[in-house]
């Protein structure tokens, strides 16, 4: 049985204050049965961390760097996400990949890093609008996690989280219906399944892109949607709660 799992995306979003008050709200709140998870922005890493010390609520990175260390201005590897309490980090976010140009295969890159330091990558996958509009949401997915079974093999996913998100589902309101989005979701966990029975039943395989409380619960009704990777709606307390709850 997966854990259902709800982590919330904040992007590049909140002050110090609201931060501070975004995780009081949560640490106040009930989760039900769900696993929580945020993922701050990377400069309030170490002040969440250590506000949630006596939760089980785990903190996530936004992303990871490919390297170990050195001159690669901007970045931050995996070791010092470790060190700053991160128990997961986003890799290949569409927005890193379209707006920042990463690459299939520096996704990969960072998701090997994530694995080799302990963090546990939650990879995002997804088609854009063109795509899915072209009919060729499976090929796109299947390209992307190729590039990271080639970085990994099956074994890098023992650990893994992936995030379905339709690109032209995030941030528009427009949602993936629950069959639809079923549909991709067992495409990936078969496509996992050809290399290894048992982690493609093992891994959790959340949904993402205008994900709320009131489409949450039919998406995770759904086989194979084992949570939800949540932006604007985990920015509020109340909402990400009201999304957890429906586990
Ligand atoms: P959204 O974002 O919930 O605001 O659509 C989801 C995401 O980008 O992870």
Not at 19 to 34: M, P, Q, R, W, Y
Not at 151 to 175: C, H, K, M, R, S
Request: aromatic share 6%; hydrophobic share 45%.
């Amino acid at each position: 049985m997966r854990a259902g799992l709800i982590a919330g995306n904040w992007k590049m979003n909140g002050s110090l204050q609201s931060v501070t008050e975004l995780v009081e709200g949560i640490k106040a709140g009930d989760a039900g049965k769900a696993e929580l998870a945020v993922c701050p922005p990377a400069v309030f890493l170490m002040k969440v961390g250590g506000m949630l010390a006596d939760t089980d609520i785990a903190l996530g990175a936004q992303n990871v760097c490919n390297r170990d260390a050195g001159a690669f201005t901007g970045e931050i590897s995996a070791a010092m996400l470790k060190e700053s309490g991160c128990r997961y980090a986003i890799v290949g976010h569409s927005e890193r990949r379209s707006l920042y140009l990463e690459s299939d295969q520096l996704v990969a890159a960072r998701f090997e890093m994530a694995v080799k330091n302990g963090l546990a990558p939650i990879l995002c996958v997804g088609e854009t609008l063109y795509e899915h509009e072209q009919g060729v949401t499976e090929a796109v997915v299947a390209k992307q996690i190729d590039a990271v079974l080639d970085a990994t093999g099956i074994a890098g996913f023992a650990q893994a989280v992936i995030a379905y998100e339709p690109v032209w589902a995030i941030g528009t309101g427009l949602v993936a219906s629950p069959e639809k989005a079923q549909a991709v979701h067992a495409f990936i966990r078969g496509k996992l399944a050809a290399s290894d029975s048992g982690i493609a039943q093992q891994v959790r395989i959340l949904y993402g892109g205008s994900m709320n409380a009131s489409n949450a619960a039919d998406l995770l009704s759904q086989a194979d949607i084992d949570g939800g990777l949540i932006g604007g709606a985990s920015l509020k307390a109340d909402d990400f709660l009201a999304i957890a709850q429906s586990v």
